[in-house]
């Protein structure tokens, strides 16, 4: 018989039956560990590569013409939050059909998750019979391929329900699908009220300022000021729903004048339901996208290495520039192929071994293992135009003349973050814009003379990020009150 009266010799959570049991989970957890490690498999490793090759460059469409064609690559930029239409590939919506959100964000360059294709909706035919796309047309907005191997990708909405809507604002959803229904299809109208019923069935003029109106709900694509934090940084809700002014329509007047008098028709949109094609001023922004997926030469490769460079922002390049000259300790401007490797990887950069010594070995020209680091950084650095250097000479100068010399004190006591572009549309904080300039400076000698070529060099490496004159251009005036 038992004596229960023993004490119990092992604690209730021992297992009795395997001693090495706890031991063993632990080895077979490690090695499932390095294995995913090794084959690139950690959910860490996945995420950081959809990140990357999510914000990798798209060609846009050169036109011909002054319309919109079926087939065109296009991004589309809200009025309101000055953002543009992005997917965001890392979250995926919990429903059956495979889906991620859509968001407005800001961009520098056109990217695989910001660059849309024009497509018809081919379940109706073409009265118009041309490939141009026309007001109350139907068609779909289809995502870029390249974002999701080749799948079929459409901007999509459906009624909202309590358990269907936007995560922040709680209206209709907008997300992108891979689903062949008739909520993917959408239509546009003109943004002015009074010439919008004479526009429709006219074909759409790539600078026309369009509401985008999904067939189905009949109301409008919208994005708001309403921060949605992403692995993308701080962007804008996109969402469908109808912005109208409540002024009264003038009835009697219109009808005086012969017009329709419905009064949802006629009243003018708010700024979040307004949007306006983007597609390339120049014909070097279109091209094969296949290469930029190609790493079989360096060249193709370079071309993704300078995507994710600018991928990091206006600073990206200087940022580069600063870890590299961190690491030359030796002041010669040399650095060797560990700390090249180190230093990208330490800027984020995704590159596999094979590829970080491709790269190394096209500048290594001696054979010595080691390469000039500023020679590397030239490879990427656009130089000015005159216009862009004309408005750092006048910054320069503005500095130097407000406080008789220009160093990093007073550049501090100078800058004016309240206007940045950034601030403004509330991208960043006055506090992080202000942060991000001092950074990518010497901050150990605040009081020595910046020269004018060190300035220049700065607003050089600023200036190869920015494709846009009117960015760079807001960016000096706005923090140097030109």
Known sequence: MHNYNVDHKYKFQTRIGNWFEEWELDETKKKDYL??????????????????FSLRLASLTFPKDEYIHFGFHIMLQNLKTQGFLSIDIQEKLKIAEEAYNVTTAPATQPTVRSVFVVVPYTKEPNFFGDDVLHYGQHFRILANPRISNNKTFYLHSLPQTPTRCAKISRKQEVCAIESDVFNTVWKLEHSDPKIRFEMEGQP??????????????????????????????????????SYQCLNKTQNLIAEKEGRTTIDIPLRNQEPQNLWKFIVATKQNEQFDESVMDDNRNVKNLMIRVKQQITGKGSYGLRGLAKIFFEMDQNNNGVVEYDDFKWGLRNFGLNLSEDETKMIFQTFDKNNNGKIEFNEFLDAF???????????????????EQKSGKVTLDTMGRTINVKEH?????????????????????????????????????FYQDVSSAIQQDETFEAILKKSWNL
Do not use: C
């Not at 003029?205 to 369009?210: F, H, L, N, S, T």
């Not at 921060?227 to 993308?232: E, I, S």
């Not at 656009?382 to 100068?397: E, I």
């Open 35 to 52: 294995k995913n490690r090794q084959n690139g498999q950690l959910a860490s490793i996945v995420k950081d590569q959809k990140t990357n």
């Open 421 to 457: 572009p950034d601030v403004l549309k509330g991208y960043k904080t006055e506090r992080q814009v202000f942060q991000e300039f001092v950074s990518h400076w010497n901050k150990g000698q605040p009081d020595k003379v910046i020269s004018f070529q060190e300035f220049g060099e």
């Open 204 to 241: 759409i003029r790539i600078d026309d300022v369009v509401l985008v109106k999904h067939s189905f709900t009949q109301h409008w694509l919208a994005s708001d000021d309403i921060v949605y934090q992403n692995d993308f940084g701080r962007e804008r809700e996109v969402f469908v729903h």
């Open 381 to 399: 650095r656009l130089q000015m135009s005159d216009k862009r250097l004309y408005f750092v000479q006048r910054a320069y100068a503005s500095i």
